[in-house]
């Protein structure tokens, strides 16, 4: 298996275990920070899909015109490492769906021809945790996983079961 399959199985692999535990929350409860808690499945979802553009495409090769489309500004914006969940306005829970969905569809078809030798390359955005843009690619579901821990607990205690 060469390394950017290995790097996309490892990016599809988290987004379906993160997907089982966000398609069990209604999208009414997407914006509710639970008792105790500091963040909200809108954020959480947001900021995966605008993190996964950044790890996955952005460092890879410079934004188009369409990913304004894909993934707009304002969404990058509003779903940054500096932001708030309670900053997160403009946006539906569905449209937050729907990016995060489209942003994930687009890294598998965009990258599954990405030229192996350009894997060693520096990202074309710098990033303090890796210096190559295959392991940009290796750190996506890391840090998908990440979150999706998040989205378990915000989904528990929003008083869902446990996935196992």
Not at 5 to 29: H, K, N
Not at 63 to 88: C, M, N, Q, W, Y
Not at 107 to 125: F, M, S, T
């Amino acid at each position: 298996m060469s390394r950017l399959s290995e790097a996309l199985e490892q990016i599809d692999f988290a987004r379906r275990y993160t997907r089982e535990r966000v398609d069990t929350v209604p999208l009414a409860d997407w914006f509710t920070v639970p008792p105790g808690g500091v963040s909200h499945m809108a954020w959480q979802v947001g900021h995966t899909a605008s993190s996964e553009y950044r790890l996955c495409l952005e460092r890879l090769r410079v934004r188009t015109t369409g990913d304004e489309v894909l993934i707009p500004d304002g969404f990058l914006k509003v779903f940054s490492r500096e932001s708030l969940p309670a900053a997160v306005t403009g946006y539906t829970a569905e449209e937050i769906r729907a990016v995060y969905d489209r942003v994930h569809a687009r890294v598998l078809e965009e990258l599954a021809g990405y030229p192996d030798a350009d894997l060693d390359l520096p990202p074309l955005k710098p990033h303090p945790l890796f210096h190559t843009r295959i392991a940009a690619l290796r750190y996506a579901p890391l840090h998908e996983m990440i979150h999706c821990g998040q989205i378990a607990m915000i989904r528990r205690m929003l008083g869902q079961a446990p996935i196992w």
